[in-house]
């Protein structure tokens, strides 16, 4: 397999840019970084082609991705990290909750947390402390981080994480973390409707987009919830 450099890396995606998607995206995603304005599927093209034998090879590449101030090269930088999912260990654990700080839009967010520190969750669930820890975060982007990591679980049936850490994020007071927990909320929906749905009757006054989005498949329990709330407006 083809070994690209970060010059050619950078000489690639160069071409690739178009002004206007680049403006767009900027927009759309309310980042602070640069853009080069192409397709996330390129970027996945891209990072297939690099793949050296061993994770700490990727290391340096990763770093100087997430630290250059372009956000596709940080999409790049994640997409390669995803290449080495069996070499994931405590030390790059350690190494992501360093650089976690420079995550500052939900796509880097999920895409950090759903395919590379939820790997790691599911593989080592005495990780589950670190996690709560995040959810406690005073960085919203870090307690969005711990809600959305569940994801792999989920997938596995493996709810109760979510569960516990949804009791405080639904009520949190960033969108962004409300959505992050009605979206798992949601997921976890899919695999057993019943006890998400007794969660959900539980925590009728959440905050609105956690309810929106984690009752999107159950409409007859955002229903419910919606009466019980107009029910206790009218008794004030």
Same mark, same amino acid.
């Given at each position: 397999?083809?070994? =690209?450099?970060?010059?050619?890396?950078?000489?690639?995606?160069?071409?690739?840019?178009?002004?206007?998607?680049?403006?767009?995206?900027?927009?759309?995603?309310?980042?602070?970084?640069?853009?080069?304005?192409? #397709?996330?599927?390129?970027?996945?093209?891209?990072?297939?082609?690099?793949?050296? #034998?061993?994770?700490?090879?990727?290391?340096?590449?990763?770093?100087?991705?997430?630290?250059?101030?372009?956000?596709?090269?940080?999409?790049?930088? $994640? /997409?390669?990290?995803?290449?080495?999912?069996?070499?994931?260990?405590?030390?790059?654990?350690?190494? =992501?909750?360093?650089? =976690?700080?420079?995550?500052?839009?939900?796509?880097?967010?999920?895409?950090?947390?759903?395919?590379?520190?939820?790997?790691?969750?599911?593989?080592? #669930?005495?990780?589950?402390?670190?996690?709560?820890? =995040?959810?406690?975060?005073?960085?919203?982007?870090?307690?969005?981080?711990?809600?959305?990591?569940?994801?792999?679980?989920?997938?596995?049936?493996?709810?109760?994480?979510?569960?516990? $850490?949804?009791?405080?994020?639904?009520?949190?007071?960033?969108?962004?973390?409300?959505?992050?927990?009605?979206?798992?909320?949601?997921?976890?929906?899919?695999?057993?409707?019943?006890?998400?749905?007794?969660? $959900?009757?539980?925590?009728?006054?959440?905050?609105? /987009?956690?309810?929106?989005?984690?009752?999107?498949?159950?409409?007859?329990?955002?229903?419910?919830?919606?009466?019980?709330?107009?029910?206790?407006?009218?008794?004030?």
């Amino acid at each position: 397999m083809e070994q =690209l450099s970060l010059s050619e890396i950078r000489e690639k995606l160069g071409k690739l840019g178009k002004v206007r998607r680049a403006q767009h995206s900027k927009k759309y995603l309310k980042s602070p970084y640069s853009f080069y304005g192409i #397709p996330v599927p390129e970027l996945r093209k891209i990072a297939k082609e690099y793949k050296q #034998p061993g994770i700490y090879a990727a290391y340096g590449l990763f770093d100087a991705l997430w630290n250059s101030g372009n956000h596709e090269e940080m999409s790049l930088a $994640l /997409f390669i990290l995803e290449n080495y999912k069996k070499f994931y260990d405590g030390e790059t654990w350690q190494f =992501l909750m360093q650089r =976690l700080d420079k995550a500052k839009t939900w796509d880097h967010v999920d895409e950090l947390s759903s395919h590379i520190i939820g790997i790691m969750l599911l593989n080592n #669930p005495n990780l589950n402390n670190e996690i709560l820890k =995040l959810s406690a975060s005073k960085n919203p982007w870090f307690r969005r981080t711990s809600i959305v990591s569940t994801y792999p679980l989920i997938k596995k049936d493996k709810l109760q994480l979510t569960f516990l $850490l949804a009791e405080a994020l639904i009520y949190d007071e960033d969108i962004y973390v409300q959505k992050g927990a009605g979206w798992m909320l949601r997921e976890a929906g899919k695999r057993n409707r019943l006890e998400v749905r007794q969660f $959900l009757l539980l925590h009728k006054n959440m905050k609105p /987009f956690s309810l929106s989005y984690a009752t999107e498949k159950m409409p007859e329990v955002k229903a419910q919830i919606r009466e019980e709330q107009k029910k206790e407006k009218e008794k004030i």
